[in-house]
């Protein structure tokens, strides 16, 4: 039996919620233009949205030059998990908590990249925001959030040669492979989120390789604008 289904997605103003740079603000948090921000925006807690595993895995990463963007709701446990990230990534690690509505689309242009550390979600409104703001998105491999994000072939051959020790000029050349050979690139990425160290490296992926990032992040917005 065949059944049909529809999906009623959020709203989101594409034109408020718009590709750009926004150097006041990343100066005004201490962040360098030549820093990469990974931005999250969400819920400041441990449960569902699993702000600790985000906090965990940018440490993994290890990248001085990759800051952690946090904006959302202040919850009980908010105070504990900016005080972890503090110590352990400093200045990089930077957190708004209940910022005004109004400022969300200039925040989205301070970021390079988002991410969502929920395992799952109802079509959340800020990955469609981060979209439309043309920020590739990272998000764990749920059904919903892969139908959002759509999905990339061949997304670990990166890794798995970094892993194998290969070195940069080859990697370098893998990657413009790969670009050529896949005409349907997504707008982001889904992992296991569940796994440690896939959202480290993701990051990294994202990080080093500036024309996978600007692909994605055309998709991005092209992907929003058509939900």
Not at 30 to 58: F, N, Q, T, Y
Not at 76 to 88: H, I
Not at 89 to 111: E, N, Q, S, T
Request: net charge negative; aromatic share 6%.
């Amino acid at each position: 039996m065949c059944r049909e289904w529809v999906a009623i997605p959020n709203f989101v103003d594409t034109d408020r919620f718009s590709p750009g740079r926004n150097p006041e603000l990343r100066a005004s948090l201490g962040i360098p233009e030549s820093g990469r921000v990974v931005l999250s925006v969400a819920a400041i807690k441990k449960d569902h949205k699993r702000i600790d595993c985000l906090i965990s895995e940018m440490v993994r990463a290890g990248d001085p030059d990759v800051y952690l963007l946090v904006a959302g709701a202040r919850e009980q446990d908010t105070g504990e998990l900016v005080r972890a990230a503090t110590e352990k990534m400093g200045r990089r690690a930077v957190f708004l908590p209940d910022l005004p509505r109004g400022a969300m689309p200039g925040l989205y242009r301070a970021a390079d990249v988002f991410v969502l550390c929920s395992l799952f979600e109802m079509m959340p409104i800020a990955v469609l925001e981060a979209m439309a703001s043309g920020l590739p998105v990272i998000a764990n491999g749920h059904p919903v959030l892969e139908w959002m994000v759509g999905e990339r072939e061949n997304v670990g051959r990166r890794r798995w040669n970094v892993e194998r020790g290969t070195s940069d000029e080859q990697r370098t050349t893998s990657d413009e492979q790969r670009a050529t050979n896949n005409q349907q690139l997504s707008s982001g990425e889904c992992i296991d989120m569940s796994r440690e160290g896939a959202l480290a490296e993701a990051v990294f992926e994202y990080r080093g390789n500036i024309a996978l990032r600007e692909r994605a992040a055309v998709r991005a917005r092209e992907q929003a604008v058509h939900l």
